[in-house]
């Protein structure tokens, strides 16, 4: 459970970019559910930085801190843990363990999304955004990867749903919105995308499909406002019921287009290198 402060964190970054050098900061504030029963404020900031066929994303989630290091043209992204001093790379190949599991029997959740215009636009911070909502259902039965959920624990959670919904106020006129995109577009299109969004180990059902459909949105996610909520009926789902909804909203809070350092898409000194 600790880990969903930065799965969310990326879920709202899901960029990068191209042409130009662009830097773009986000904070998420969550509310409710299990963040209420941490007992403290959790607000995830990210940082992206993207310099030409590269990108840069450092979550500082509080509990833990990551960064992720993509590159279109090596294809690879490097997963970097502070707190270890590890530098993790991965290939297009290294998921292949995982599509091997799925081969063999390991359950792939069912998932349904939707991201769908609404007409509505507002202005943010002087930059004029356009509504979108979007919705994700989970099957959570179906999420257990190998069989590694014991057989109780698979039992007990048949029936359940995970459910996100919200608002995703989207902005073209912004600068470096359009690298944001391309990137987007390009990564996307490759198997980079789905190793940017797995890099940390935290493989969201559905998180893939999600990200592509919002690469089609031509414009950056400036605000995001999401709840999320647990349907289903049984003794697990009623526990996680009572923790209530969680609330999220993740938004922009600078951009600019000042030049990236190279450095900062090395593998720091004094990291232990593990290739997957």
């Excluded at 990564?187 to 940017?196: N, P, R, V």
């Excluded at 459909?213 to 996610?221: F, H």
């Excluded at 938004?251 to 190279?262: A, E, G, W």
């Amino acid at each position: 459970m600790k880990r969903w402060p930065t799965v969310l964190a990326v879920f709202a970054v899901c960029t990068a970019a191209v042409h130009a050098d662009v830097t773009v900061v986000q904070t998420t504030t969550i509310e409710g559910g299990m963040a209420a029963m941490s007992g403290q404020a959790m607000s995830p900031k990210t940082t992206s930085r993207i310099k030409g066929q590269k990108s840069r994303t450092d979550v500082d989630a509080q509990m833990i801190q990551i960064s992720t290091i993509a590159d279109l043209e090596a294809k690879q992204v490097i997963l970097l843990r502070p707190d270890q001093k590890t530098a993790q790379i991965l290939t297009p190949a290294a998921p292949a363990a995982a599509t091997n599991a799925a081969a063999n029997g390991a359950a792939l959740p069912s998932i349904d999304n939707s991201i769908s215009p609404t007409g509505k636009s507002q202005v943010i911070d002087g930059i004029k955004c356009d509504e979108y909502t979007f919705a994700t259902t989970v099957n959570m039965s179906e999420m257990n990867p190998g069989g590694a959920i014991p057989p109780e624990a698979a039992e007990a959670l048949k029936g359940i749903k995970m459910v996100m919904k919200g608002s995703m106020w989207v902005a073209k006129e912004v600068p470096g919105a359009a690298e944001f995109v391309a990137f987007q577009k390009k990564a996307g299109a490759t198997e980079i995308g789905a190793l940017m969004t797995s890099a940390s180990g935290m493989r969201m059902p559905g998180m893939d499909r999600m990200m592509k459909a919002i690469g089609t949105l031509n414009g950056m996610a400036y605000m995001t406002e999401m709840t999320m909520t647990i349907e289903g009926t049984g003794q697990m789902a009623e526990m996680m019921q009572q923790m209530g909804p969680m609330k999220i909203t993740t938004k922009v809070t600078s951009i600019t287009t000042d030049p990236v350092s190279d450095d900062a898409f090395k593998i720091p000194e004094g990291y232990s290198v593990v290739k997957q």
